[in-house]
């Protein structure tokens, strides 16, 4: 498996004009910051000559010339380098965006720490892996100034400098040590960072329930302890992380102790010059910038790491929804849905046994029973949100699987008993039904869903805002919305899944007569528990614990007194 970071630094590749700016602009500015030692040797060889006026003023401009190139160069290559990091992260969360949309409900379920889990790595560990970007790009410019540095000590005095490096193996076994532990505490911050992104999510989305159950001081607790965890593994990586600095500079100064006093014998000798000494010294000094900056970038890398390898493992994972070659376009001009021997298990539970039955186009059929019965899971199956392990979905005789995801999916209408809605409009609400259609065209939509009306009593009308998750709106009027949405995308097939269960008798009539004047456009596939909504369906079908136990119209089904579907009845006082 190819190793995270070198597939993060792959990135780079659609910018490859930015990048070469970036490398050669990084290569120019560790050279130019490397020939000031060798220029202040030429500066201060100078001085010694008192009578060379010319050649003192000579030497300073030039160091000056070359401050203000390395000052352009710098701009350019810190410039050029954050607005192409900006890029790449733009599209690594593009990526990771999409590939969420993409797949299947059945991968969003299994995440054990839902949304903040995803919440988490989109923002969280973004920014680590931003900071990552410009880490490779240190590692990439600094060797170079370490390189060039080095050259010009063992230049000026290859013995001393070969002497240096006896500390450097020790040193870097250290930082290797230091490396294995921040990777070990920085994977568990960032998984610690999931727990607490997903606790305030949930704290802000329930907090009716808290605050009517006085959860407040408990919720504070929960969360003070996920901080104080978070804090300790945070405290001992930043330890490990931050030990690495104080060490590589208190090795750095007995080094350059031992320089000084090493080429001080050397001027009293007259082996070398002030002008040797003072380059020498600064070459030494300057080495400190690169040795620290590698040194923290390796380190700090191994968190990088950590989050490139989370973020590759959900953009890599496999859809389970299978794309036939065949892609065929949806048969709107079906004349038969048939379900064939379906079964269907999650995590080893049997959910649906070995269903079998057909649906004619333009029906309305119904399916009810008890809570658990496999109902939901049923329908879910046409827009594939599920697969069955076993048996086939056919229109007429074309395979459900066979059909191309997107054309089937613009084909389906669906309503939920959770209406979920954006916070924008009520207007673009509609409108996201079927972006092809003229907006223009959402009133007649609304009217159809018995949503017109309502909407026109607000003081912004169609454009007024519905709040997040449309809270600013009633159960019956959010419902009402997502109805005139469904049937604005002018679908063939209609779903409702426990459209009207949440609602009060006054909303839920409303919805079902909006329900009745349109459902004669569309084959309709209805789930309900209320039995009321049901007993003008052409077809009924009852699950029990994921099988057919009886089905036909309501006026058949009601005279088998014995039956589940009679019991569901009489508990709803409908007999």
């Not at 505490?185 to 009517?212: C, H, P, V, W």
């Not at 054309?407 to 996201?432: G, K, M, P, T, Y």
């Not at 709040?467 to 997502?482: A, C, D, N, T, V």
Request: aromatic share 10%; hydrophobic share 45%.
């Amino acid at each position: 498996m190819q190793n995270p970071l070198i597939r993060l630094f792959k990135e780079f590749k659609p910018y490859i004009q930015s990048s070469l700016i970036i490398f050669f602009s990084g290569v120019v500015l560790s050279l130019i910051s490397a020939q000031f030692a060798v220029l202040l040797k030429k500066l201060m060889d100078s001085l010694e000559s008192a009578s060379d006026q010319s050649n003192l003023l000579q030497n300073a401009g030039i160091i000056l010339s070359f401050s203000i190139l390395a000052a352009i160069t710098r701009y350019i290559h810190l410039f050029v380098t954050d607005i192409t990091i900006e890029k790449i992260v733009q599209s690594l969360r593009s990526q990771l965006q999409s590939k969420l949309l993409e797949l299947p409900p059945a991968f969003h379920l299994g995440q054990n720490q839902g949304t903040g889990h995803m919440i988490s790595r989109i923002i969280n560990d973004m920014l680590i892996i931003q900071n990552g970007l410009r880490y490779m790009i240190d590692l990439l410019r600094e060797p170079i100034l370490l390189v060039a540095l080095l050259g010009w000590l063992f230049y000026l005095n290859w013995s001393l400098t070969l002497s240096i490096f006896i500390i450097l193996p020790l040193l870097l076994k250290l930082l290797k040590k230091l490396s294995l532990s921040v990777a070990k505490y920085a994977r568990q911050g960032q998984e610690q960072m999931e727990k607490i992104t997903q606790f305030i999510k949930e704290n802000l989305d329930g907090i009716r329930m808290i605050q009517s159950y006085t959860l407040e001081e408990y919720s504070k607790n929960k969360l003070k302890n996920i901080f104080d965890t978070y804090y300790e593994i945070r405290k001992t990586m930043h330890s490990r992380v931050e030990i690495a600095s104080p060490l590589s500079e208190l090795v750095a100064t007995f080094v350059g102790i031992g320089v000084v006093v090493s080429i001080a014998f050397s001027i009293q000798k007259g082996q070398a010059t002030y002008g040797d000494f003072t380059s020498y010294l600064a070459a030494l000094l300057m080495l400190n910038r690169p040795l620290k900056v590698i040194q923290e970038s390796v380190v700090r890398l191994q968190e990088v790491l950590v989050a490139t390898q989370r973020l590759y493992s959900i953009i890599d994972t496999p859809s389970t929804l299978t794309q036939s070659a065949q892609a065929l376009h949806f048969p709107k001009n079906f004349s038969q849905l048939s379900f064939k021997n379906i079964q269907f298990s999650y995590h080893d539970r049997p959910i649906l046994n070995n269903i079998s039955f057909s649906v004619k186009k333009g029906q309305t059929v119904a399916f009810v029973g008890p809570s658990g019965g496999g109902k939901s899971t049923l329908i879910n199956m046409l827009p594939r949100f599920f697969d069955p392990q076993s048996g086939q979905i056919y229109f007429d005789d074309i395979l459900l699987t066979d059909i191309d995801l997107k054309s089937l999916r613009q084909n389906i209408a669906l309503v939920n008993q959770d209406v979920f809605l954006f916070s924008d409009s009520l207007e673009e609400n509609i409108w996201l039904g079927n972006t092809q259609r003229p907006i223009n065209e959402v009133p007649q939509a609304a009217a159809q869903a018995s949503a017109h009306e309502f909407i026109l009593k607000q003081s912004q009308g169609y454009q007024a805002l519905v709040g997040e998750k449309g809270q600013l709106f009633s159960g019956g009027e959010k419902q009402r919305i997502s109805l005139a949405r469904a049937l604005f995308k002018k679908a063939p097939l209609l779903i409702l899944d426990e459209a009207t269960s949440n609602l009060d008798a006054q909303s839920e009539a409303l919805v079902q007569a909006a329900f009745d004047l349109i459902k004669f456009e569309h084959t309709c596939l209805v789930v309900a528990h209320r039995l009321s909504t049901v007993i003008n369906a052409d077809w009924i079908f009852v699950l029990q614990e994921g099988n057919i136990v009886a089905q036909g119209r309501h006026e058949d089904l009601i005279k088998d007194t014995q039956g589940l579907y009679f019991e569901l009845a009489h508990q709803q006082n409908l007999v």
